[in-house]
């Protein structure tokens, strides 16, 4: 398959996702890390040095594979398990305009806030054999170059991180995004730029352990599904220890209610992230630094967020597509310290990259505020007029469904009967306004 098809299948990818939303050395100071032996198919525990970036790393890039194409997704046999890989073909003029975005936000806030740009490589980048390496462009120029083209705004560069460590568990093998491993390692990176303590992996607890097959099954044939599944991914993540709250936020910001942050979703577990990953949200912890952060992520970093609890006393949390409120007012308003932006080279090549504009710049409904701060007591006594819980214990939450495919999910609100709503033909619901009388109806 040469590379001018490769790319058209990329851009068909990229429309699918727009439209449905070398061995450790030894080291006293050691983590456990779980791996999976998919001949017994078991976890198996090795230690790894937390004090450094090495970790167990194998030159896959370098090593001829087995593989072949799936509807434009690569499948190659690797360390006896079938692979998946979405192949990245980057446009380094969009990864300009995301540069530019960054330095444009930062130059608007100033000196008062701190801008951090992290882009998580995709799996091809470690992963895809050395027969297939002309397919794909290299991330790690896309990377370097962005960082380069920061201005006062902190590049938190991961590729090498993540390189060292591409023999553990840190990429899923049957979905497009990182694994809760890979974005531990990532989030040290970050903390370490911060100069903050940054929790051993055992000091978090482990949840779930189950077999997994990804979101790469909506986009291969049955065969190669059916490949994966002889030998799953195990979804493992990590609950942080320390004191947190969580609080749900519509697209405007709007408060809606305290909730859990992990909530398994049984068919798509990569979904167990603060309910799918679509709303925003609050994180409040006991750090009691002061410092105030805003992620701006996709749902391919979900996984990233837990691991910042600790960091900061307060974590905003935006999706690039799904947040109407203004960024620069949120920062604003919120009195917010940092800001940073977690997304994939996918992302920062490609046109949801117009998106950060779009955050930047939109309108607004005037200043916001922060009423889960207000409700939080009567939250805490279950008396709060926002519980989600009505008389005959039905949820009143709106309700969003997902799509579990590539980097993606939908949203879509579900009005209640009684709901002033009128229903068009593409199935969607918009609130009516009646200007002359300057009310909705």
């Known amino acids: 398959m040469n590379k001018l098809c490769l790319r058209v299948c990329a851009a068909v990818l990229a429309a699918a996702l727009l439209c449905s939303a070398a061995g450790c050395k030894n080291n006293e100071k050691t983590e456990s890390i779980n791996t999976y032996d998919t001949a017994s198919k078991v976890q198996q525990t090795v230690s790894v040095p937390i004090d450094t970036d090495e970790g167990k790393h194998k030159d896959y890039d370098t090593q001829t594979a087995e593989a072949y194409y799936s509807y434009g997704i690569l499948v190659a046999d690797q360390d006896g398990n079938k692979r998946a890989m979405e192949l990245f073909v980057g446009e380094e003029d969009t990864a300009q305009f995301y540069s530019n975005e960054l330095n444009t936000m930062k130059e ?78 990532a989030g040290r990176i970050f903390a370490k730029e911060l100069k903050s303590d940054y929790p051993d992996i055992s000091e ?141 080279t996918a992302t920062a090549t490609s046109t949801r990259a117009y998106q950060l504009e779009t955050l930047r710049s939109q309108a607004t409904h005037g200043r ?6 207000d409700t939080e007591e009567d939250t805490d006594n279950n008396n709060t007029e926002k519980d989600t819980e009505n008389e005959e214990g039905k949820d009143n939450t709106p309700q969003y469904e997902y799509d579990v495919g590539l980097n993606n999910v939908v949203s879509e609100y579900v009005p209640e009967e009684n709901d002033d709503y009128e229903q068009y033909d593409e199935g969607e619901y918009y609130e009516q306004y009646d200007y002359d009388e300057g009310e909705y109806y």
């Open 108 to 185: 608007r806030l100033g000196n008062k806030v701190n801008v951090y740009s992290m882009v998580v490589p995709t799996a091809c980048e470690y992963y895809c054999p050395s027969n297939y390496r002309k397919d794909i462009d290299s991330q790690k120029n896309i990377i370097d170059t962005i960082g380069e083209s920061l201005i006062n705004v902190q590049n938190i560069n991961v590729w090498e991180t993540l390189s060292n460590h591409n023999a553990e568990n840190i990429y899923f093998r049957s979905d497009t995004r990182w694994t809760p491993l890979g974005a531990y390692y």
């Open 204 to 344: 978090y607890k482990k949840k779930l352990d189950k077999e997994y097959i990804g979101n790469m099954q909506q986009f291969l044939d049955y065969e190669s599904v059916d490949a994966l599944k002889i030998t799953p991914d195990i979804f493992t993540y990590y609950e942080p220890s320390v004191q947190y709250k969580t609080y749900y936020y519509d697209e405007n910001f709007e408060f809606l209610t305290e909730g859990e942050f992990f909530e398994e979703v049984e068919d798509s577990l990569y979904e167990s992230y603060f309910k799918g990953g679509f709303y925003s949200l609050k994180i409040t912890t006991d750090a009691g630094n002061g410092r105030k952060l805003i992620v701006v992520k996709e749902n391919a970093t979900n996984a990233l967020i837990p691991y910042l609890f600790g960091l900061f006393e307060e974590i905003y949390v935006v999706d690039i597509d799904y947040t109407e409120a203004n960024l620069v007012e949120m920062i604003e308003d919120f009195k917010i310290t940092d800001l940073l932006y977690a997304v994939t």
């Open 368 to 373: 916001l505020e922060d009423n889960a701060t």
